[in-house]
DNA sequence: CTAACCTACAACCAAATGGTTGTAGATCAG
DNA sequence: CTGATCTACAACCATTTGGTTGTAGGTTAG
C-alpha cells in the first residue's frame, strides 16, 4: 500500500490543518516572510489568543515552527514539514491518478 | 492570488472531507470499483448510518456520486470533482514550492 | 522603576463532527 | 402478499473546534 498506517494520523493532521482558510493564509504568509505571533495576529479579525491557537495547530502538524527572539515569538514556516506534506499529498494524488485513469481505460474498453 | 476567494469554500470542503481515514478510504475504494452504501458500510467497524454520513460528506465535497439503482444506492468516483481537487492541491503545492525555494535562495544568499 | 507589549494558558461558549439508535419508506426475493 | 434488504432521516450524545475573555508572567522602552 503506498499510503499506510504510519501516514494515517500525519494525513489526519495535516488535512486537519489546511481545513481553515486563517491557517492556509497563515501558512502562506510564513513561507514569504517571517512573522512574531501578534504581528500575525493582527491581519486578521479576531482575538490573539484565536491566532495563537491556529498557529498551535499548524505546529502540531509540523507545518511551522516556532522561536523565541525576545519577548516575541517568531513563526516560521517549516520547510521539512512543508516538503514531506507535498511528498504526501503528491502520493495521495498520484494514487488517484492511477486509479482514475485505469477506470477510464476500463470504461473505454467496455 | 492564484488562489483566490472563489476557490476558498472549495478548499475549505475539500481538505475537511479528507480529514478523516474513513473517508479517504471510501475515496480509495471508490475509485477502483462500485460499491453499494451497505457494501461499504460492510467494510467498516461502524453503523450503516455513520458511513451513510461520511459518503454525504464526500459527496458535498463533489468527490463522489451517488446514483439509484433498485433498492441500492450506488457510490461511485466523481472522477471531475476528483481532478478538479488534484488541480486544487498542484495549485497549492505548486505554491509553496515557489515560495519555499525562494526563501531557500534568499538564505542562500545571506 | 514603570508602563507598555508579547505571550501563555485557563475557563468558558456555541457550533460542528463523528458516532449511535430508532423509525419509516422503497424495492426485491420467495 | 410477506419478509428481508437497502436507504433516508431524525433525535440524541460526547468530543472537538473555533472562537471569546480574563489573568498572569516575561521582556522591552522610556
Known amino acids: 500500500m503506498v499510503v499506510d498506517q504510519l501516514h494515517e494520523t500525519e494525513l489526519d493532521r495535516l ?7 486563517t491557517r492556509r493564509d497563515i ?10 505571533v501578534s504581528g500575525l495576529a493582527a491581519l ?5 489568543a484565536a491566532v495563537q491557537k491556529h498557529v498551535a495547530v499548524l505546529e502540531r502538524a509540523s507545518l511551522v515552527t516556532k522561536e523565541k527572539r525576545g519577548r516575541e515569538q517568531i513563526v516560521r514556516a517549516n520547510h521539512e514539514g512543508l516538503q514531506n506534506a507535498r511528498r504526501l499529498l503528491d502520493e495521495y494524488e498520484h494514487m488517484w491518478c492511477q486509479r ?3 477506470m477510464a481505460d476500463i470504461l473505454a474498453e467496455g
Do not use: I, K, L, N
Not at 488535512?15 to 482558510?21: G, K, L, T
Not at 501558512?27 to 512574531?36: C, H, L
Open 44 to 48: 486578521y479579525a479576531m482575538s490573539f
Open 100 to 102: 482514475v485513469d485505469r
Open 15 to 21: 488535512f486537519q490543518a489546511f481545513a481553515d482558510s
Open 27 to 36: 501558512v502562506r504568509r510564513v513561507t514569504v516572510g517571517e512573522f512574531s
